[in-house]
């Protein structure tokens, strides 16, 4: 006898009460195949060459943004669904139906395979890498590896890293410390082309480029025409006295231009020596300013050459050549018995300086090509002669790191710097900008005048102006 109330078997034999429950329709899901590189090519980008009605390189099919094979039926089996919203009414319909791959005709089931969107290989194909469970005939695969964003959380056209890249296209990973050469070449090229860094010149104080030319050529001429008259009138009225009263001024003048190359650079060190220091607190824009006080690191530190003095703002390294009566000249204008520079490596940056009369701090903008004159005491870090040439293998490496020879030469290296925690003196024009209080380049030369009492002649000073003694001797201030 039949019971009122329905019921059905489940598959393991039990009977409960109920309808059977209908089998409900899955849910479709899209996929999308990699598309390879193009390379700018319109032939080779598919839907894009169809705008302009250009045909596609392979011309037998055109290409999806999926794979459909066959019309599957709503009660079917799916392996996968095609993307779309609402029932589709015929297999035509379905056909002409935008999908998200490629169509192929066939009957059957669905069968759609879901590829990923990730990186390529080396051939143009889809990286093949499958995580988690695989179910209903779909294979699920990840859409490559999930980019790393920078700590700025601000996403660049640019890789994260930079530097070499290994065969596969990823950062070449450099671990443990570089050899000294290695690391040498890198510090040598990063302060080469850092804008942060300005290279200068050899010693900014040279006598004649101080003295006006004209009146240096007009001195000259003055005196030929001298020795000329005299020569004549001893010649004529066996008188000597206008050659001989020439010969005395032209003594006398060739012993003052003697002098000043001598003495110019230390008359010019006791002319900033005496400038007054100024007091930041009360130093106006604009205004010139002599400020004395302890140097902090900016953002860009510096590294001696020979002696590896890490965190400073200045370094000096020059390497002198003594010539003698057959030796090689250091440089095309080495006369000899002379000491003449071989090589000189000078650089500077931005960095900060704490007043000591009121307590402030200023950046000085000596980086980035800025104009600067310094007067950095150098130290003699070694003397090499031919007898002793191979007895410092750190000169030695410093010699071959820079390509220079030391074949029987005498050689004298010095090195001057400025490094954290020194005092300097450093003149400039104050400019305040946003609470920001700079000492930078003036817009004209600054004159020592003439010192009438030392016999010495006016020198420029062009730029910021740096003073410091020899930095081996003091002991710097922690900072």
């Given at each position: ?90 297999a035509a319909a379905r056909s002409i139906y935008t999908t998200s791959g490629p169509v192929n005709s066939g009957t059957g ?371």
């Open positions: 006898m039949g019971s009122r109330f329905p019921s059905h078997q489940l598959s393991n034999g039990l009977y409960v009460s109920g309808r059977p429950e209908q089998p409900k329709e899955r849910a479709p899901t899209m996929g999308s195949t990699a598309m390879p590189y193009t390379g700018g090519d319109i032939k080779k980008s598919g839907e894009l060459g169809k705008m302009f009605d250009i045909p596609s390189m392979d011309g037998s099919k055109s290409r999806k943004s999926g794979q459909l094979t066959g019309a599957p039926s709503r009660t079917g089996s799916f392996g996968g669904a095609a993307s779309h919203s609402g029932p589709i009414p015929n089931s669905a069968s759609m395979k879901k590829t990923n969107s990730g990186p390529l290989n080396k051939h143009g194909e889809p990286l093949k890498k499958s995580s988690g469970p695989q179910s209903g005939g779909v294979t699920r695969q990840n859409s490559g590896q999930i980019p790393v964003l920078p700590t700025t959380g601000l996403i660049t056209s640019g890789p994260i890293s930079s530097g070499p890249l290994n065969s596969s296209g990823a950062p070449r990973k450099v671990s443990g410390p570089l050899d000294s050469m290695g690391s040498m070449k890198l510090q040598g090229s990063a302060i080469v082309h850092n804008q942060a860094v300005t290279t200068l010149g050899q010693d900014d104080y040279s006598f004649r480029k101080n003295f006006p030319k004209t009146i240096l050529w007009s001195v000259i001429l003055i005196f030929v025409m001298g020795f000329i008259a005299g020569g004549f009138i001893l010649g004529a009225v066996h008188n000597p006295i206008l050659l001989a009263v020439v010969a005395i001024l032209f003594a006398g003048v060739a012993a003052l231009f003697t002098w000043n190359t001598c003495w110019g650079r230390k008359a010019t060190t006791n002319f900033i020596a005496r400038y007054p220091d100024a007091e930041l607190r009360t130093a106006k824009n604009g205004q010139y300013v002599k400020v004395s006080g302890v140097v902090t690191c900016g953002n860009v530190p510096l590294e001696s050459s020979f002696r590896r003095v890490p965190r400073c703002v200045y370094t000096s390294t020059s390497l002198y050549e003594y010539r003698g009566w057959d030796s090689k000249p250091a440089n095309p204008t080495h006369r000899r018995f002379t000491w003449g520079l071989r090589s000189s490596e000078r650089h500077v940056v931005d960095f900060y300086i704490s007043d000591f009369q009121s307590g402030l701090r200023a950046l000085v903008k000596t980086g980035y090509g800025t104009k600067v004159t310094p007067y950095v005491d150098e130290s003699v870090i070694i003397d090499v002669n031919p007898a002793n040439k191979d007895m410092s293998p750190e000169f030695v490496r410093w010699l071959a790191e820079r390509n220079l020879s030391s074949d029987d030469r005498t050689m004298r290296l010095k090195e001057g710097y400025i490094k954290e925690g020194s005092t300097v003196s450093v003149m400039g024009v104050v400019q305040r900008n946003d609470n920001v209080l700079m000492i930078v380049p003036p817009p004209e030369p600054l004159t020592t005048g003439c010192q009438w009492s030392s016999c010495i002649f006016p020198a420029s000073l062009d730029g910021v102006v740096l003073r410091c003694e020899d930095s081996s001797k003091n002991d710097a201030i922690p900072v």
